[in-house]
């Protein structure tokens, strides 16, 4: 595609409840990766993928949150048992080249709202 | 643990005025620095990087680097109402860094 797509754009949730959220790259691009954005904050660290495999899972801030990409290509983050703060929009970024940051472009994110 | 900071604002300058936004760094390690604008309701977009210190000009845009202040900001020359944004600093441990620490972000208005 010509751009990180990400579904669903916006998300409401039953605290408690599984919501997955998908990140499709643009194509081409090896690394991918998930980033989340509370209101007022900058976005904050989640994982990384290099290919198929999490390079680095270090942000999942615990084990109620996890990432595949079993293809290489789209991704998605899943979250179990959601909690009002997890309430943020999630921002998934992808690039040609895992090993420069200058060429990664974000999606335009999923709203996730858990009441 | 690392950190980012940045005047949250608002900045409010006058079109065509030098709008100038700052950032400090806590991680010594950091080697790349990033600003990115986003505006509201929408994601991130690269606008400028920087590795070395000193000065890098792209257009009306220039970044600019003090590693010994850990120091970083940008200049908007000319600025138009069309940048009014929220600018985020990021940093990174070298040009492969995927795990960018970003600040909160400082939001800046240019009045017409």
């Known amino acids: 595609g010509a751009g990180v797509s990400q579904t669903p754009s916006n998300k409401v949730t039953e605290k408690g409840k599984y919501v997955e959220l998908r990140c499709d790259p643009i194509?081409?691009?090896?690394?991918l990766y998930w980033y989340r954005q509370s209101l007022g904050q900058g976005p904050e660290f989640l994982i990384y993928?290099?290919?198929?495999?999490?390079?680095?899972d270090s942000g999942l801030p615990n084990d109620r949150f996890f990432a595949v990409r079993p293809e290489g290509s789209v991704s998605t983050l899943k979250i179990q048992r959601t909690e009002r703060g997890d309430s943020a929009v999630y921002l998934c970024a992808s690039s040609l080249n895992p090993y420069s940051n200058t060429e990664a472009f974000f999606g335009q994110g999923t709203r996730l709202t858990v009441v | 643990q690392k950190e980012v900071e940045q005047n949250s604002g608002p900045l409010s300058v006058p079109e065509g005025a030098i709008a100038s936004l700052n950032c400090t760094y806590s991680d010594r390690g950091s080697q790349s620095f990033f600003w990115y604008r986003q505006y509201s309701g929408k994601s991130p977009e690269l606008i400028m990087f920087?590795?070395?210190?000193g000065d890098k000009e792209d257009g009306r845009f220039t970044a600019q680097l003090n590693k010994a202040s850990q120091y970083v900001s940008l200049l908007i020359r000319d600025s138009q109402p069309s940048d009014s944004a929220t600018y985020l600093c990021a940093a990174g441990d070298g040009a492969g860094s995927y795990q960018l620490t970003f600040g909160k972000g400082t939001k800046l208005s240019v009045i017409p």
């Open positions: 920087i590795y070395s210190n």
């Open positions: 194509s081409g691009h090896t690394a």
């Open positions: 993928f290099q290919g198929t495999g999490a390079a680095d």
